[in-house]
């Protein structure tokens, strides 16, 4: 039997947020399909240093940047580094990501500003950075991960579900703006997952999710992670300012 196809041969590619969870899956996955891989993270230098090992056991050792992606600094220099390093980008993957489960009666100020500045600012400074590369080279893609939350009718913490409705709108405009540089610019939104959100969730939400699902489950990272090197190989050449939903048919 022949090996599978790798559908990333020598891309270069930076997924933010990915020492753990979905990030720590969509590194490993673009890794087994060749890619070059760089990932940053914000605070666990024990989860780094872990998806650092099964980064490079799958393939090659990860560059790896720690940092605030809400920091703009942080994302001059991530980028910065990568140019250096490799002579730019192909592929940006805007997973970094917080949530808070609280009901609206008990969501501060400061709540509001965590979720919105990680979620939607740390996605625009990131592409931003990465845009000044992409569109010099002209080609490139931008591969942001949302939420159900953001497509389907269903409970969900307020400002998280603001900042991924956000993350779609960020989405399609910049696909508009960017597509006649070669860049496409794409929305995965995956549902309720294994590891992640899920885990923050008392069991009889997690319940209510799975008996809404087509599928009766919860979805698991490596499936979310194969979705998303489709999204970024020349598979999806023509697909630009799209919403994949992978959720299990809520």
Known sequence: MSAPERLLPGARCLVTGGSRGLGRAIALAFTRHGARVAFTYSTDDADAAEATR????????????KGSVADAAH???????????WGGIDVLVNNAGVTQVLPISLLEEEDWDLVMDVNVKGAYLMSRAALRFMIREKRGVILNIGNFASERVIEAPVHYAASKSALRGLTEALAREVGRHGVRVN???????????????????????????????????????????????????????????????L
């Open 187 to 249: 929305l995965l939104g995956p549902g309720l997952l294994e590891e992640g959100m899920a885990q923050g969730l008392p069991q009889h939400r997690q319940a209510e999710y799975v008996a809404h699902s087509g599928l009766r489950r919860l979805g698991r990272v490596d499936e979310i992670a194969e979705l998303a090197v489709f999204l970024s190989s020349e598979e999806s050449a023509l697909m630009s300012a799209a919403k994949l939903v992978a959720d299990g048919g």
């Open 54 to 65: 099964q980064i490079a056991a799958a393939g090659a050792a990860p560059l790896v940047f």
């Open 75 to 85: 994302a001059r220099d991530t980028l910065a580094a990568l140019h250096r390093a």
